[in-house]
């Protein structure tokens, strides 16, 4: 039965015969290649033939590439698979250099894991080392993808720390070892919060650091599955390793896209003109919106909006904006609007509501 070491090495072997031949591992040569690694492997990980699952106390980091999907609208598949197989053999060398297990891989996204099926007792600060070192080494891999005129790719890391259940999972034919359990899920959420360049972390994982991470303030925010709010932490760098979190953007709020029909009133010498006008959202952040106006609208126009977050289940919200810029797409008038006045019960609609879409997925 293949272990996940067996594993790692046949996904590495697999990446690198294809990286260098530009033809796949023939089935015969993988087949013999697992035989060869199985006994000699299986032992020296912890994980045996017969095991099942059991308790481990495991840090989960899982990555995924932000705006993919657009990229691969643009580009044919070869030049594709050529950038996604020379991301994932450098993250995987990444993970296995600092001691991680590569659970899977799920199209562009990566899951890793440490102190499973093995603990080395500092599981939490590998994961974090493993993934600064990650997105700094893509920064390297976009200086080549820049020089062979390919499109940058921009990453986001979600790590979180408790305890699962692992072992094998499957059957003779085909098993894999994994981990399954709600601090999984809880860092799948934490990885949907992250923006391009960022390492985002739970207080679970940030109590295992003994201060050798340096990190923002608290931000807490709603899960779902959770009742209370969850603080995560941004790894800003390894002060003691001189190695800084080379983030890709200077905005500090995710952008979801929807759809949400909203009213506004125009503002003029601070007092609020009859009349309600109509557009409609199409994305949201804790700071403003891009919405698609209905009626012609210049830029730096004050606004009262009235919106409704039905998702999140609060009630109307209106806050002040004005419209930073104006633009024409496809004959439609478009306005980036910025919240300049804002309530504390409707900056707490607007964080939930964001944080509830942001779960359900789509890249940001």
């Known amino acids: 039965m293949r272990t996940p070491a067996v594993s790692l090495i046949l996904k590495q072997v697999e990446a690198l015969f294809e990286g260098q031949t530009g033809a796949p591992l023939a089935p015969a040569m993988r087949t013999h290649l697992e035989n060869l690694l199985g006994d000699a492997v299986t032992g020296s990980v912890g994980v045996s033939r017969g095991e099942r699952f059991r308790p481990h106390d495991v840090t989960v980091l899982l990555t995924d590439l932000r705006g993919f999907t657009s990229i691969s609208e643009q580009h044919d598949g070869p030049t594709l698979l050529d950038m996604l197989n020379r991301y994932l053999i450098r993250m995987t060398e990444i993970a296995v250099s600092h001691g991680g297990i590569i659970d899977k891989f799920m199209g562009d996204a990566v899951m890793v894991l440490f102190g499973a099926p093995i603990s080395h007792g500092d599981d939490a600060f590998r994961a974090v080392h493993c993934a600064v070192d990650m997105q700094r080494a893509l920064l390297e891999m976009n200086r080549e993808n820049r020089a062979r005129k390919l499109p940058e790719l921009n990453m986001g890391i979600g790590i979180n720390t408790g305890a699962v259940i692992a072992g094998l999972l499957g059957s003779d034919l085909h098993a894999e070892y994994t981990v399954i359990g709600d601090e999984v899920n809880l860092a799948s959420r934490i990885e ?41 932490y941004e790894v800003l760098g390894i002060p003691g390793l001189d190695k800084p979190v080379p983030r890709q953007e200077v905005r500090k709020s995710p952008r979801v896209e929807t759809r949400m ?56 919200t209106d806050v002040y904006a004005r419209v930073v810029r104006t633009f024409q797409r496809e004959g439609r008038t478009m306005a980036c609007i910025e919240f300049t006045s804002v309530t504390t019960q409707a900056n707490e609609n607007i964080r939930r509501f964001v944080q509830m879409l942001l779960q359900g997925g789509g890249d940001r």
């Open 192 to 232: 949907a919060y992250s923006l391009r360049g960022q390492v985002l972390i739970s207080d679970s994982t940030r109590h295992l650091l003994q201060d050798r991470v340096q990190l923002s303030e608290p931000m807490p925010v709603y899960v779902k599955g959770k009742r209370d709010q969850v603080l995560l």
């Open 261 to 316: 029909p909203f009213e506004y009133e125009r503002i003029r010498n601070k007092s609020v003109l009859p009349g309600v006008l109509r557009g409609t959202i199409l994305d949201i952040g804790y700071n403003g919106v891009l919405a698609e106006m209905a009626d012609p609208i210049e830029a730096h126009a004050d606004l009262k909006m009235h919106m409704h977050f039905a998702r999140g289940g609060s009630s109307e």
